[in-house]
């Protein structure tokens, strides 16, 4: 078994082990859990933190679900941010590596996963 690269079929287990944080509850019902398990199968991804929903206004709630992983702090750490309609949510990736020269490589490897989804 090589613990670098995810088992076939476990990514939903996986994501739910990397999931933490005051809550759990993610943005766009099945799609968003989908896209919250597909970066934590990165070998690099350690932990998902979802943050505060914030609703914009009292439009459909429903529609299009959009992510995107934004720049790296310092320590090669991400921000992902999820919208679906008028809500959106970002989530903290705390990653394994040490740098944001790093934590760039992994904002173009996880976004570019995102795109083939």
């Known amino acids: 078994m090589n613990a ?4 076939k079929g476990s990514g939903v287990s996986k994501a739910k082990t990397k999931l933490g944080g005051s809550h759990t509850t993610i943005i766009g019902n099945r799609h968003g859990k ?9 070998p690099e991804v350690k932990k998902i933190i979802p943050s505060v929903i914030n609703v914009k206004g009292k439009g459909n709630s429903g529609g299009v679900i959009a992510a995107k992983i934004l ?11 999820i919208s679906h309609g ?18 760039e ?5 996880l976004n570019s996963m995102l795109t083939l989804e």
């Open 34 to 42: 989908k896209l919250v398990a597909l970066i934590s199968q990165h």
């Open 4 to 7: 670098g690269h995810p088992q």
């Open 105 to 109: 490589r992994v904002m173009e490897e």
């Open 71 to 81: 720049r790296p702090d310092d320590r090669g750490n991400l921000r992902m941010l």
């Open 86 to 103: 008028t809500s959106s949510q970002e989530l903290r990736i705390v990653t394994t590596v040490g740098t944001a020269d790093e934590g």
